[in-house]
């Protein structure tokens, strides 16, 4: 299964830019897909993910009330919508998929599946 995220780039500080993660099939479908992110020197932290129903999101406390993760199955997308963006939301953007029902959405181990990564740069 290939993942495929994008709509990273550099934006400014308070823009905001909407990331999407796409399959080739309907793998969305059932699963979890999360959102990490990694900047330079640090360890992949938690970003959000939605459950498999996709009728509960979660999220960091550190992006609450500013990013949105929504799907459309219908197009096999998951998106990350970012507001409000802060120069430290400046990383390497990641999707993953969750085959297993019921882990810990915000644990890297609970992911089977990941996406290259998209750049976000935010200057402030």
């Known amino acids: 299964v290939q993942l495929q995220a994008s709509g990273g780039g550099l934006v400014q500080a308070g823009d905001s830019l909407r990331l999407s993660c796409t399959a080739a099939s309907r793998f969305f479908s059932n699963n979890a897909v999360g959102w990490f992110r990694q900047a330079p020197g640090k360890e992949r932290e938690f970003v959000g993910a939605?459950?498999?129903?996709?009728?509960?999101?979660v999220y960091a406390d550190s992006v609450k009330d500013r990013f949105t993760i929504s799907r459309d199955s219908a197009k096999n997308t998951v998106y990350l919508q970012m507001n409000s963006l802060k120069s430290e939301d400046t990383a390497v953007y990641y999707c993953?998929?969750?085959?297993?029902?019921?882990?810990?959405?915000?644990?890297?181990?609970?992911?089977?599946?990941w996406g290259q990564g998209t750049l976000v740069t935010v200057s402030s």
């Open positions: 993953a998929v969750s085959t297993t029902r019921n882990v810990d959405l915000w644990n890297t181990n609970s992911y089977d599946y």
């Open positions: 939605i459950d498999w129903r996709a009728t509960n999101a």
